[in-house]
T-cell receptor
C-alpha cells in the first residue's frame, strides 16, 4: 500500500531564500506525481505534474524532480516570496482507482 | 475558463437532514472524484467515477452516495448526515488522455450539528 510522507511538516524562511520541500513514497510503481498548493480553507491548485517517465518539471520559480529508484520527489522554490506562503501537498496517482494518495503537506511561511 | 465548480461552498445543517453537494466540470473529463479533508487525516477519497454511470467506492464511502448521469456532473449525496461528516469536501476531475492531472474544485465546508 502506497504511503506518501512529506518533510518538513512546517517551514518558516525569510523572503528571498531558495528552499526545498521533500516528498517520499514507498511504492516506486507510480503513474505520476503531482504537487499542489493549498491556501488556508481554500481549494487545491495544481503546480506541477511529473509523469513516471520524467525526471523533472519546471514552472517559473518552481522545479519539481522525481527519483523513483529512491522513492523521492522534491519541490524547489527559488527566491521565495511572502505570497508563496501556503501548504504544499504532493500526491501520487497510482492504481486503477482514479485516486490520489496525498502526503500530509508542508506548511510554508515566508516572512518579509 | 476551465474549472471545477462546487455548490454550496458553505453549509451548516442538522443531523439527519438529507443534502446534496453538486460538482460540475467544463473540461469534458472522464474521471471525477470526491475527497474529504480532515485535520490530522489529510485528504481521503470518498467515491470516484471513471465515466457516465460508472462509479465505485473510495477509501471512506460510508454515509455517502454519488451518481454520474452526465459526464460533467458528479453530485455527492448525504442521505442522513451525522456530525462525523463535518469536513471540507473537494471534487476533482481528470482525463486519462491528459496524464490524469487532477483539477480540484474550491471546496465545500460542511458542518453537521
Amino acid at each position: 500500500k502506497q504511503e506518501v510522507t512529506q518533510i518538513p511538516a512546517a517551514l518558516s524562511v525569510p523572503e528571498g531564500e531558495n528552499l526545498v520541500l521533500n516528498c517520499s513514497f514507498t511504492d516506486s510503481a507510480i503513474y505520476n506525481l503531482q504537487w499542489f498548493r493549498q491556501d488556508p480553507g481554500k481549494g487545491l491548485t495544481s503546480l506541477l505534474l511529473i509523469q513516471s517517465s520524467q525526471r523533472e518539471q519546471t514552472s517559473g520559480r518552481l522545479n519539481a524532480s522525481l527519483d523513483k529508484s529512491s522513492g523521492r520527489s522534491t519541490l524547489y522554490i527559488a527566491a521565495s516570496q511572502p505570497g508563496d506562503s501556503a501548504t504544499y501537498l504532493c500526491a501520487d496517482f497510482s492504481g486503477g482507482y482514479n485516486k490520489l494518495i496525498f502526503g500530509a503537506g508542508t506548511r510554508l511561511a515566508v516572512h518579509p | 475558463e476551465a474549472q471545477v465548480t462546487q455548490n454550496p461552498r458553505y453549509l451548516i445543517t442538522v443531523t439527519g437532514k438529507k443534502l446534496t453537494v453538486t460538482c460540475s466540470q467544463n473540461m469534458n473529463h472522464e474521471y471525477m472524484s470526491w475527497y474529504r479533508q480532515d485535520p490530522g487525516l489529510g485528504l481521503r477519497q470518498i467515491y470516484y467515477s471513471m465515466n457516465v454511470e460508472v462509479t465505485d467506492k473510495g477509501d471512506v464511502p460510508e454515509g455517502y452516495k454519488v451518481s454520474r448521469k452526465e459526464k460533467r456532473n458528479f453530485p455527492l449525496i448525504l442521505e442522513s448526515p451525522s456530525p462525523n461528516q463535518t469536513s471540507l469536501y473537494f471534487c476533482a476531475s481528470s482525463s486519462p488522455g491528459l496524464y490524469n492531472e487532477q483539477f480540484f474544485g474550491p471546496g465545500t465546508r460542511l458542518t453537521v450539528l
